[in-house]
């Protein structure tokens, strides 16, 4: 079965920075793409970054420039380095992947401070 499982969550401060991480496991990690999203009080999922299994990165406008999604295959994880956080990057931020189906971790809260 597939299991995603995220930590480096916490509390900063508005400037800061935090690194999450998603340790995967029950997929051909190094063949799938990754992608992680996050979900705001009262607010829908958003789509944060993706990486192929190639390494090429995307990002919505909101983060581009802040965040980074990196993977080490050697480790089955995908990372999330964020920077220059701001209050509205107050989240709950989910792993996901999309082969052999649609799997989600269980989140990983970001609180940033004002």
């Known amino acids: 079965q597939v299991q995603l499982v995220e930590s480096g969550g916490g509390l900063v401060q508005a400037g800061g920075s935090l690194r999450l991480s998603c340790v995967a496991s029950?997929?051909?990690?190094?063949?799938?793409?990754m992608r992680w999203y996050r979900q705001a009080p009262g607010k829908q999922r958003e789509w944060v970054a993706t990486?192929?299994?190639?390494?090429?990165?995307n990002y919505p406008d909101s983060v581009r420039g802040r965040f980074t999604i990196s993977r080490d295959n050697a480790k089955n994880t995908v990372y999330l380095q964020m920077n220059s956080l701001k209050p509205e990057d107050t989240a709950v931020y989910y792993c996901?992947?999309?082969?052999?189906?649609?799997?989600w971790g269980q989140g990983t809260q970001v609180i940033v401070s004002s």
């Open positions: 996901n992947t999309k082969v052999p189906f649609d799997s």
């Open positions: 990486i192929s299994s190639g390494g090429s990165t």
């Open positions: 029950g997929i051909i990690f190094s063949g799938n793409i």
